[in-house]
């Protein structure tokens, strides 16, 4: 199977590498500087480095903690039409659009953090994936899409 659909899903798991880079990026260089001993350090976790790294040095790490949320229902539905053929045209459209508003909300995150900007991008990539669910139940109960 080679569903058109599966190349979003893989551009989005690119994009979350490529923030888990700019989040080690940022966050070792903010640790080294805030003197954490990490040979030494038991325990602890994200919440625990809030506290000491500046803030602007824990937002790549906040984004990439959001691309394992709502994402994981991206990664299903579109896998979903992949499955049930269904994974080209408008849907195919609608998946990319969704890749390109997670990818313009990673940026705005870690370059600025305007959160209007941020919530309106999460609401359209929310749109996206509610349209994507619609045309899924649509196709699976037997009623033709857009």
């Keep these: 199977m080679n569903s058109p659909i599966l190349a979003p899903i893989v551009a989005l798991i690119a994009w979350s590498l490529v923030m888990w880079l700019w989040m080690y990026a940022t966050r070792l260089p903010a640790m080294q500087k805030a ?13 625990d480095l809030k506290k000491v790294i500046p803030t602007r040095q824990q ?5 990439y903690n959001h691309l394992h949320e709502q994402p994981t229902i991206f990664y299903a539905i579109a896998i979903t039409h992949a499955l049930i053929g269904t994974g080209d045209g408008l849907n195919l459209t609608i998946a990319w659009a969704y890749v ?12 600025v953090n ?8 999460f609401s359209l990539s929310s749109l996206c994936l509610i349209a994507l669910t619609l045309h899924a139940a649509m ?4 009623v033709h899409h857009l």
């Design 35 to 47: 003197k954490i001993d990490t040979f030494n350090l038991i325990g602890g976790d994200g919440a």
């Design 114 to 121: 305007r959160v209007i900007v941020r919530f309106t991008l």
């Design 139 to 142: 196709a699976m109960l037997g």
């Design 59 to 63: 937002w790549p790490a906040d984004n």
């Design 100 to 111: 390109a508003l997670r990818i313009a909300h990673s940026l705005v995150q870690v370059l």
